[in-house]
């Protein structure tokens, strides 16, 4: 048998994504180094190269084999100069999509995956029409740099547009159409260099003020057709971008059952996590394996998990890990208002017994939000 040699991949980014990609990839005999263009760094793991200024590229380039990245927020000059040097996954044309809300949607209506009605806008009174127009509420997002909720403000009356375009300070929006949905899930995938996708199951989102809160996964009442057409969406975008490693689509499933795109994110993805102790193969482990040129390992989930995302102060940590089948993931963070320091995955035999434990959990999280499920009615 063929001998597999150990990489050593380079990271652009260095929070918990980078971190976790770290963890997942030391078995596997990997090294990492990370470049932070912010100057923040975070991963706490690996070998970190601080370079805001771009100065050390060279440096970087030096000590890796391949390239990846853990967030899309990157400057896509940067990333088009390193696969001049070095093979890089996903590549740039997926960060250029996702970088740009106009492009994006572009893509999923070129693709025939459908999207809420949408308009762009350029000015506040462009705005305030397509309001009328589609029909408020409605979302107006910033076409670009937007995330966790940021960039975005949601109009009940049209007459809200001049202070949603002054609050948002972007030159150009997208507005978008509110959908009547059930629940927003997400898909998630990978893509190898020859070829090959896995499909996780479909997990079902909750968000509050634009951050995700808990995921869970798989779910118990989703038809066979609904994931089948979740896998149809993001195979095409997999395919059309000739993309190589994790892609996550964040989804409206309306109530006749029909899936809407909301977004996608070319990197592993929050509502990913409950793989790492959910799913035989981690969304992490696989990324990594589809950018070394590795066969993809199996993403079938092993029991009911859920993912809930601690923000902004920590809770009882010991009291948790007391519960039976919890795992808790901490990102080595100061506590600070709205930032994610940390997730716990909680697996369960049933359900039933996932939902009971969560509530349990909850209640030892500092604010965290009630989590209500769509298909409790049906346990």
């Not at 690996?46 to 000590?63: C, M, S, T, Y």
Request: hydrophobic share 40%; charged share 20%.
């Amino acid at each position: 048998m063929q001998s597999v040699i150990a990489h050593n991949i380079g990271i652009l980014g260095a929070g918990q994504l980078g971190r976790m990609l770290a963890l997942a990839g030391y078995p596997l005999g990997n090294r990492f180094t990370f470049l932070d263009t912010t100057g923040n760094p975070s991963a706490g793991i690996g070998e970190v190269i601080v370079d805001p200024d771009n100065q050390h590229l060279a440096a970087f380039l030096e000590k890796v084999d391949v390239v990846t990245y853990e967030f899309e927020h990157l400057p896509v000059q940067l990333v088009r100069d390193i696969e001049q040097h070095k093979p890089v996954y996903p590549g740039s044309r997926a960060i250029e999509v996702c970088q740009n809300r106009v492009e994006e949607k572009a893509l999923f209506d070129r693709l025939g995956i459908p999207t809420p009605a949408y308009r762009i806008v350029e000015s506040a009174e462009q705005l305030e029409a397509a309001a009328r127009e589609l029909g408020c509420p409605v979302v107006a997002k910033s076409v670009t740099e937007g995330y966790d909720g940021k960039g975005q403000a949601v109009l009940k009356q049209p007459e809200q547009a001049a202070d949603a375009w002054r609050e948002i300070g972007h030159r150009q929006l997208i507005v978008e159409a509110f959908v009547d949905f059930v629940r927003e899930v997400s898909i998630i995938a990978v893509r190898g260099r020859d070829g090959e996708v896995v499909f996780y199951p479909m997990a079902e989102n909750q968000h509050v003020d634009g951050i995700l809160r808990y995921s869970v996964a798989p779910l118990p009442d989703i038809d066979a057709s609904v994931q089948q057409t979740a896998d149809r969406y993001i195979r095409s975008l997999l395919d059309e971008l000739d993309y190589v490693g994790v892609l996550a689509l964040e989804l409206f499933q309306a109530r006749d059952g029909s899936l809407l795109a909301n977004e996608m994110a070319p990197r592993v993805h929050n509502s990913g996590h409950w793989t790492m102790n959910g799913a035989v193969t981690s969304q992490f482990e696989n990324h990594l394996r589809a950018v070394q040129g590795l066969p993809l390992g199996s993403p079938q989930a092993v029991a009911p998990t859920c993912m809930v995302n601690v923000i902004g102060q920590e809770g009882d940590n010991a009291a948790l890990l007391a519960l039976s089948n919890t795992h808790l993931h901490r990102y080595d963070k100061t506590e600070r208002a709205g930032r994610k320091l940390a997730h716990l995955n909680i697996v369960a035999d049933t359900h039933a017994e996932l939902l009971e434990k969560v509530r349990t959990c909850q209640a030892l999280l500092p604010g965290a939000p009630p989590v209500s499920w769509s298909f409790e009615s049906t346990l």
